[in-house]
């Protein structure tokens, strides 16, 4: 096997399209920036990693069917198969899976003296739009006699194996999300019509739509309807919302809702004068974007750009473009999206320990030289 350094793809995601992607680390692996494309859907060998700690072994993506994953909270507790879900229902999303940390890079840039935010400096890519089908967990509930009493929390727990002598607390990737959630979850099978890989979190998946990374558990085990957050470390002080170099704590806000966000991908370099495609991706977290302006001059006047079809959906990114005529100059390009309650993306976000939810417009913006 070839060495897992921060260059080549690990055994896990060979099958991935290495050409267009940054390997940052064998569990932080990102999208070119170019290579988001412009048909909405990420295809599956350009789509980012993330992956806490290391995944479970391949075998279990081999019978996908055999698949166990116990419900607890419902009034008739029980372990189900795969192919038992598959017989529930069925539904198909498409959404955002972008990590918490995706643009963390900006963040970090923006340190001074002796301020630390640690963490992949990821810039727009560890993000993508992806098609998922699976069952609603509503059908699933129903089917065992609907939620407990004082359900309050969807809790999922990832599938992945804690080494013996350590705390599985320290170590489980287990998210709980608000119970409001119940009717948009799904746990999914599939993802752009194809089982879903171990890299991605098959044989289960439990999606949240509009939710950031960390909350869509791969190799989901185990569901339960809580009445509390889960105390596991991720939960209880990863993915808060702290101030620099502060710790997390349960009192600060989870990384939960996506706040609206989007990113120019077309052109990044230097063109030639004349008529130019402006091209980009936005979206609005749990509510659907609204509009997008786009600048030339780093923000100092604005244009309307124009959404192309199909609509996947509220939870979905949305392509725009701006076809614009550039005479030879440099030009800073730059996008601000708008959802449909009004929440516009700020100039900066203001900084947070962990380096999350960046969504600020300035940062990303793309200097080219047009000749
Ligand atoms: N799940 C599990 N189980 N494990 C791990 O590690 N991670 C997270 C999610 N889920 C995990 C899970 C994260 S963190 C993210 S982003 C995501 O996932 C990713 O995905 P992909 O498929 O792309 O890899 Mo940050 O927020």
Not at 334 to 352: F, K, W, Y
Request: proline share 6%; hydrophobic share 40%.
């Amino acid at each position: 096997a070839r060495a897992q350094d921060a260059t080549s793809l690990p055994d896990y995601a060979k099958w991935k399209d290495a050409d267009a992607l940054i390997v940052h680390s064998d569990k932080t692996i990102e999208t070119k920036r170019g290579e988001i494309g412009t048909s909405i859907i990420t295809p599956k060998e350009k789509l980012y990693i993330r992956n806490n700690v290391n995944a479970p072994p391949a075998a279990i993506v081999a019978n996908p069917e055999d698949w166990q994953v116990e419900f607890k909270g419902v009034r008739e507790p029980k372990t189900l198969t795969v192919a038992e879900l598959k017989t529930m229902g069925l539904a198909t999303v498409a959404t955002v899976l972008q990590c918490s940390g995706n643009g963390r890079k900006y963040f970090q840039d923006r340190l001074t003296g002796d301020q630390k935010i640690s963490g992949t400096p990821w810039t727009v890519g560890a993000a993508g739009c992806v098609l998922w089908s699976g069952v609603p967990l509503r059908a699933v509930v129903d089917t065992l006699g609907g939620a407990g009493d004082g359900a309050k929390f969807v809790t999922g727990t990832g599938g992945e194996e804690i080494p013996a002598g350590l705390d599985p607390k320290d170590l489980v990737v287990e998210r709980s999300v608000p119970i409001s959630n119940l009717d948009n979850v799904i746990l999914a099978w599939e993802m752009n019509g194809k089982p879903i890989s171990l890299a991605h979190g098959g044989p289960l998946r439990m999606i949240v739509p509009g939710y950031s990374g960390i909350n869509n558990v791969k190799y989901v085990k185990t569901v339960a309807l809580t009445e509390v957050e889960t105390d596991a470390k991720i939960q209880r002080s990863s993915y808060r919302m702290h101030a620099v170099g502060e710790k997390g704590a349960p009192e600060q806000p989870s990384i939960w809702e996506q706040p609206v966000k989007s990113w120019i991908t077309a052109p990044l370099e230097g063109a030639k004068s004349g008529r130019i495609q402006i091209a980009g991706v936005a979206f609005g977290g749990m509510n659907a974007v609204a509009g997008v302006d786009v600048s030339t001059d780093g923000g100092q006047t604005w244009q309307k750009g124009e959404f192309i079809g199909p609509d996947l959906g509220r939870f979905a990114w949305k392509v725009f473009v701006l076809p614009v005529e550039l005479a030879p100059g440099t030009y800073s390009l730059v996008s601000r999206a708008t959802d449909s309650e009004g929440n516009v993306q700020p100039e900066e976000p203001e900084l947070n320990g962990g380096g999350y939810s960046h969504n600020g417009w300035r940062a990303p913006a793309v200097e080219i030289n047009i000749v």
